[in-house]
């Protein structure tokens, strides 16, 4: 695609990756008094492991740098390959991320509900599931571009039947939880970058985006008006541009 090799992988716990159903459902209480209390919580993984397991991939791929874009918790993870292993990471684009600032504006109530609210079973009550999925999917989508609810009605479906391990997402909760403020990180990425944001996203508000940008020596900052926590396929080009542009620098 544009002269670059596209590797996409499922990151542990989803897809068709290694997963930990073995540990018990996370406690959201639990876990919030843990890190009150400056405790470590007891979780599988952190966002070091999975940045580990990129790196990893790119061995066992025989790659010895590549150009990294992480979305969302994937933005997290792409954010630490780039500060712990400065000599496998060419660019960096950062896309609807945070910095880990726990000064930040905070995820409102309602979005954090839906989205630990645990769904009905879609293999019992699949009318059930796919409506708790695609309202969470409507209340985090931006608002400039049409939410074509059949699209993700049959992407949820496919994820679903590609894998289905309900707890999963609170492990990966948990991992974000516990990565704490990531800038004294971000200060030490030396490559190009590019941090792009939703101006509507509700579940890492623009300040998140910005606050990375500005920790990041460099880095362009791209606000994307109409944009939420999603992707519409209207902006793929504009995407596409930035993280070319972002990868030609280096």
Known sequence: MRGFHVIRYDNRDVGCSTHFSQYPTLDFDALATALMSGKRPDIP??????????????????????????????????????SEYPERVLSLTSIMSSSGNPTLPQTSPDVMAMMTKPAPNPFEDEAGFLAHSVSFAK??????????????????????????????????????????????????????????????????????????????????????????????????KVIADGIERTARRN
């Not at 966002?47 to 979305?71: P, Y």
């Not at 609810?149 to 479906?157: C, K, N, P, S, V």
Request: with cysteine.
């Open 45 to 82: 993984y952190t966002l070091n492991d999975m940045s580990n397991d990129a790196i990893g991939l790119l061995d066992a791929l025989s790659i010895d740098r590549a150009h990294f874009v992480g979305r969302s918790m994937g933005g997290m993870i792409a954010q630490i390959a780039a």
């Open 139 to 236: 209340r985090i989508a931006g608002t400039s571009y049409p939410f074509e609810e059949d699209a993700y009605r049959a992407l949820i479906l496919e994820e679903v039947q590609r894998a289905y391990d309900p707890g999963s997402i609170g492990r990966q909760i948990a991992a974000i939880a516990v990565s704490g403020d990531r800038r004294p990180r971000l200060a030490t990425i030396k490559v190009p970058t590019l941090v792009i944001h939703g101006v509507d996203d509700p579940l890492f508000v623009p300040a998140c985006g910005e606050d990375t940008a500005s920790a990041i020596p460099g880095a362009e900052l791209m606000l994307v008006d109409g944009m939420g926590h999603d992707l519409p396929h209207q902006l793929y």
